[in-house]
T-cell receptor, first 114, second 113 residues
Framework: DVKVTQSSRYLVKRTGEKVFLECVQD?????MFWYRQDPGLGLRLIYF???????EKGDIPEGYSVSREKKERFSLILESASTNQTSMYLC?????????????FGPGTRLTVT | DQQVKQNSPSLSVQEGRISILNCDYT??????FLWYKKYPAEGPTFLIS?????DKNEDGRFTVFLNKSAKHLSLHIVPSQPGDSAVYFC????????????FGQGTRLTINP
């Protein structure tokens, strides 16, 4: 059974702080993704990675960066948190050759920036 | 520019009846479509998918229909059960778009006893 874990379920940070969100998957998946979920906007892709040390921008990368030093771990970094980054953050992983293109999601981190 | 749209934010259906969730897309390069289900405080889980070369895929109580000419897909749940109450997301993959998915806004389905 695929398991995707995220370091925190809830996080409260102040404006300007540097924030790290960690994601770990245990199924040797090549692909990893970071999304944010906001009411009325659905899931929007922030960044994704196909391999270690590889990253590509998604649809809304501004204000974020990522790091993938090991295959199982994908980190999302908010360099200087702002209130408009208050959101639910979801990490996902998938096999590179999954014929269903299915992504497996973690439980999410609800981040509040005050 | 929302390439995948779910125009109904919410839907309420009586237990035992059919639930129909709709999704429209604008990008003709999409070649694979998925539906995900999300409970509160959990991540989305995969429900059912369909390739653009098909017009129907069925899995138990869940059936997805694809109308390519209308760029429309729908998810049918029959009969609806209380455990089906969740937010449903439609997602699409773009041909040559590697493994990325584009998600819709979601529809909150409530099944009433």
């Amino acid at each position: 059974d695929v398991k995707v874990t995220q370091s925190s379920r809830y996080l409260v940070k102040r404006t300007g702080e540097k924030v790290f969100l960690e994601c770990v998957q245990d199924m040797d998946h090549e692909n990893m993704f970071w999304y944010r979920q906001d009411p009325g906007l659905g899931l929007r892709l922030i960044y994704f990675s196909y391999d270690v040390k590889m990253k590509e921008k998604g649809d809304i990368p501004e204000g974020y960066s990522v790091s993938r030093e090991k295959k199982e771990r994908f980190s999302l970094i908010l360099e200087s948190a702002s209130t408009n980054q208050t959101s639910m953050y979801l990490c996902a992983s998938s096999l590179f050759r999954d014929r269903n293109y299915e992504q497996y999601f973690g439980p999410g981190t609800r981040l509040t920036v005050t | 520019d929302q390439q995948v749209k779910q125009n109904s934010p919410s839907l309420s259906v009586q237990e035992g009846r059919i639930s129909i969730l709709n999704c429209d897309y604008t990008n003709s390069m999409f070649d694979y479509f998925l539906w995900y289900k999300k409970y509160p405080a959990e991540g989305p889980t995969f429900l059912i998918s369909i390739s653009s070369i098909k017009d129907k895929n069925e899995d138990g109580r869940f059936t997805v229909f694809l109308n390519k000419s209308a760029k429309h897909l729908s998810l049918h749940i029959v009969p609806s059960q209380p455990g089906d109450s969740a937010v449903y997301f439609c997602a699409a993959r773009q041909r040559q778009g590697a493994q990325k998915l584009v998600f819709g806004q979601g529809t909150r389905l409530t099944i009433n006893p």
